[in-house]
């Protein structure tokens, strides 16, 4: 008798009889990217390959089992607590609190209009100060920002995009004035323009005008900032707007693949930049099909940076990616529920590889977090990393008949849709078409739908609710600390010289609208106290401001 029939013969000698006798249980399942999911899976379902042989060790191309050897038994991830609110001072007083609690490295939030191009003063600032997090108008501000906190000596990871180039420069400067030259600095820049069309909104300029930004930034840290991880492509933010897990791999790949070709045309080797491009994916609840999706992740960007860019390199192959667990997951209904979900999350991070870690606070859906709620976010990570045993040995669940099938059929389908982006002429060309966005728009009303008709079970929403969801004592901004960050801003406007800081700008406006790298000229404005508005005036007046994009 073949496999294929002693399976066929199982379920129906054994497996019906028990779906017969248990129909509650009996119907069909899927993941989240609506992937079938089998009641059982055996070595059929692996189509016959050998897997110790297909799989190899961690540490060797395609790198599925990881991009280190021994992984966590030589160095855990990176714990990262996304935080920034209020205030430089409220928010360096945060940094250095979770520093104190056994965080491993920074990870940043700006407020809307720092990530939109606005002074702080700005009228429409006015509301969002300090709001979503910490407001950076001027060098003033970010010197305060990493008061007491060596730059040389912690990685800094800051989530910060259409003003990516701005922030890196206020970032060098603050490390020079430290005594930090560039090339010590250790950190990432988010410095993903493409998927803020596609999902997020807080875009400038046109994507003409915008990737060569992000290319100017690629060419100076080569150069200039060798230890600076000079992007951060993020699935995240497409997955928070209801994007599947696969098409959160497809499309983050896409736009990575954007990236890269725009370097490439730009006279750029792909191996002088492929070991600074970093990743950031979301770990939403579906414990295995996510572990498979970083699995998945890391197969498919070595075989897309040796095969499609011919990149020769190892570490150009290697994918090194940070994970966020869900925010778009978490519930003002019954809010302790949300510490099961995060934890569920994190373990699927961990589980899957990850190498940066964030765990969401459990009062997010009521508001910033709270310090004793962030705190256990990262006794949550250290609980994983020492408590656990997840951390002892690589890629756990390698072999595993359902992980290595998940891991296939989501990269399989994937690459599917990368293959109808190429169709369209690249990500640029995709996103003006509107793809991606119909794609994720439809998803998100297939999600919903399901949820409403209790087809997908959200505890303490649409099943097992309390009639009074107890009421949580929210992080609050008061108005003093914005009323404090408009004096420093109006002093920094009063103390600064004024020719030095014309002639700085009128500098980057020659280089905007020439060809040359406009990082340099950036850097001269930042320490002459020109303020983030005023650069990106600059670029507004040379570049244009975007228009939203309409999918449908």
Known sequence: MTASESKEQWREETLEPLRRRFPERSGSFSTSSDLDVETVYTAEDLGGFDYAEKLGYPGEYPYTRGVQPNMYRGRLWTMRQYAGLASPEESNRRYRYLLEQGQTGLSVAFDLPTQTGYDSDHPMARGE?????????????????????????????????????????????????????????????????????????????????????????????????????????????????????????????????????????????????????????????????????????????????????????????????????????????QPDNNVIRTTVQALAAVLGGTQSLHVNSRDEALGLPTEEAVRLSLRTQQILAHESGVAETVDPLAGSYYVESLTDRLEEEAFRHIERIDELGGAVAALEDGYQVREIHESAYRHQQAVEREERIVVGVNRYRESAPPIEKAQSIESEETQAQLRRLARVRAERDGGQVEAALARLEQAARGSENTVPAILDCVEAYATVGEIADVFRGVFGEQRELTPF
């Not at 994007?243 to 990575?256: D, G, I, K």
């Not at 990149?311 to 869900?326: D, G, I, K, N």
Request: a positive charge.
């Open 129 to 333: 100060v300090g709001r979503v997090g910490v407001p950076i108008s001027s060098l003033a501000d970010m010197e305060v920002l990493f008061s007491g906190i060596p730059l040389d000596r912690v990685s800094t990871s800051m989530t910060i995009n259409a003003t990516a180039s701005i922030l890196l420069a206020l970032y060098i400067a603050v490390g020079k004035k430290q005594g930090a030259p560039p090339d010590s600095l250790n950190g990432t820049l988010q410095n993903d323009i493409l998927k803020e069309y596609i999902a997020r909104g807080t875009y400038i300029y046109p994507p003409g005008p915008s990737m060569r930004l992000v290319r100017d930034v690629f060419q100076y840290c080569s150069r200039s900032v060798p230890r600076w991880n000079t992007i951060s492509i993020s699935g995240y933010h497409m997955s928070e707007a209801g994007a599947s897990a696969v098409q959160e791999l497809a499309f983050t790949f896409a736009n990575a693949i954007a990236y890269v070709q725009s370097a490439v045309d730009a006279g750029l080797d792909v191996d002088r930049i492929g070991g600074r491009l970093s990743f950031f994916f979301v770990a939403q609840s579906n414990l295995f099909e996510e572990a498979a999706k970083f699995r998945a992740a890391r197969r498919m960007w070595a075989r897309i940076m040796r095969e499609r860019f011919g990149a020769e390199v190892p570490r150009s192959w290697m994918l090194r990616f940070h994970t966020q667990t869900a925010g778009v997951t978490l519930t003002a209904q």
